[in-house]
């Protein structure tokens, strides 16, 4: 075995063959002891699996994507029961686990995806992402900065009485600018007494080409309500009727699977 400086196309390499090929047999593809990989690996960032390299722990899933421990009863009835996670049994010695192969999990994931939050999941932790891992932890780290449960200041009251009085705005344009959801808008200006912002009622806004396209394509890579919200100036209510109207129902991953359904209909 040699020791000598890792170059760039073996540590790319090694990534993309982390999770799939044994970590003995990752050692032998690349001409270095197991030792040397394990060292390399963890410097990369990447996580661990069982010795196989196919298979990954339910715990360690769950740990992965979540960033903290989880219930395995929760896993159970949420990713199982309720959304088919695939899950396999190995034995180890005495012990035997609940596993995840690689490949079946991003299949799974990607299909569930407005159902994950990635934005507490390291990146590569489970070793190569998939191409749209990156723009799905990006959604998921602003709609949490948007749904903030921090109370609200002196200041922010301030500001949204003011918005209130003037009586210019709607409330997906106060929520924008006091970055909070619509919804966080409406609860305050209940808390305080004060009235609810100006509404867009159906009929004084009519849906453009441009801005259904726009809500279709974000719902198709599952950016959640509140950043979609933000990002065409509409209320997440308003976004949420259209999905309604139009798919009967507002779970995105159901809607992709009826998209995608619809659109293998018409090829």
Known sequence: MRNKPWTKEEEELL?????????????????????????RKARLGLGAFLDNGD???????LRA?????SVDGYANISWIKNRGL???????????????????????????KAFLDFSKMPERILGKEPAWVKAKRRADV??????????????????????????????????????????AVIRRCRDLGIAN????????????????????????????????????????????????RTYKTENQDKIRAIAKKEAGKSE
């Not at 990534?15 to 060292?39: C, H, M, Q």
């Not at 990002?231 to 309604?244: F, V």
């Open 55 to 61: 298979y990954i722990t339910l715990a360690q899933l």
């Open 197 to 244: 912002p100006k509404r867009i009622k159906p009929h004084d806004h009519s849906w453009t080409a441009e801005e259904m396209q726009k809500v279709f394509d974000g719902v198709l890579k599952a950016i959640p309500y509140p950043v979609l919200a933000k990002e065409t100036g509409l209320s997440e209510k308003a976004i949420r009727g259209l999905m309604y």
């Open 15 to 39: 990534e993309d063959l982390y999770g799939r090929v044994s970590i003995p047999g990752i050692a032998k593809r690349l001409g270095r002891s197991v030792g040397a990989i394990n060292v």
């Open 86 to 112: 695939p899950v396999h049994y190995k034995r180890v010695g005495q012990c035997s686990f609940k596993v995840v192969k690689l490949a079946d999990f991003w299949k799974w994931a990607e299909a569930n």
């Open 65 to 69: 994507v979540k960033g903290r421990e």
């Open 142 to 183: 602003q709609n949490n900065s948007i749904r903030k449960l921090t109370p609200w200041t002196k200041e922010e009251d301030a500001r949204l009485k003011s918005y209130i009085e003037e009586g210019q705005k709607t409330g997906a344009q106060i929520a924008n600018l006091l970055n909070r959801t619509y919804g």
